[in-house]
């Protein structure tokens, strides 16, 4: 049985094809104007995909390399300080070389001790530095100052100790692969602190003329002081000529230098067989405190050498990525300018074919 092609089945063939042809079209011009071959998730599923995958693979990329700048940078600025501390350091050793040999004169000593507060305060600044707003010796306190001195010249340190695993502060660099970036002022620069003693429960320790040392308890609720000797028994003494018992916790740079600073005030107070000896302990703190310091810029260069390392890895990531993202993504210009002038055509054909078909009537079959 034969069909009859009715002219609204015709119609709707012409008019799905011109709709083809004009779809065709408009994608082409979009993929032209866009440069992308991909307008919707339609156009390929999978090449979406990877388009999509690969997008998210360099946005991370991107943010590795940003956390990757930075951290180079913050380490510069470390090994630029540590290498001004150890300049300093090396001339406060090189003062405590020359008055070791015990041939300078009050005069030159009381110089020599205006030098070395000097390098003090300047290493304290130093230890003080801020780096994006953030004070690089503070460990994980990045927002308070570091150190401060009070007014009996103890140098102490506010930041997170070396020995509480919290002072890290690390950047992701890759993947999963994290970098640490700081160290902390106690473990490079150390601190001093001169403070009286105190007893177990933290009252106040004093000796007598004699020397029997004397405890100070503080009632708290009439804050009324008492006191009494260690081995026991009530101090019935006059309280003004007790005299505190001080003690001293130091480590690193400013313990070597205030220890060498008081050990020449000791010689220039007349100590002078203590002052020297307490002076020649300070050559091996300063030893010490200058390997300390240069472990730590070795630690540190090596990590610098791996952040470099690691952005090198990045870029060649970053090229590998763009390019395979080209190659599923971008328009090859002349191959999408000749498919588009040839859909133009075909959808011009189509119109003309359709407009000279529907020009067809009753009469054309009547002679």
Known sequence: MVERLTSSSRYALLVADMQQSLM??????AQLSSGSKLQSIKDDPIAAVNVLNTNRQLGQIDTFAQNVEMASAELSALDDLMSLATGYLSTAWDKAVQANNQTYGNDSLEALKVEIDEIIKTMVDLANTEYNDN?????ANTKNLPYTMDENGNVIYNGTPHDNPDYIRQTEVADGVFEVINTTGDKVFGWYENTQETDANGNKVFVDADGNRVIE?????TQTATYAYEAGGAYTGDVSELEAVMQEDYSGVFGALK???NSIQMVLDGNTEEGYELMNSTLDMFS????????????????ANRLEMTSSTLETSNTSLQAYLSEINDVD?????TEWMQAQYAYQASMQIAASTMNISLLNYMQ
């Open 24 to 29: 065709n079209y408009n994608r082409l011009t």
């Open 135 to 139: 004070y690089i010796f503070g460990g």
């Open 217 to 221: 308890t503080i009632d708290p609720d």
């Open 259 to 261: 220890v060498l600073s």
């Open 288 to 303: 010490d405190s200058l390997n300390t310091i240069t472990q730590e810029q070795t630690q540190f260069g090596g990590v």
């Open 333 to 337: 210009m002349a191959e999408a300018v």
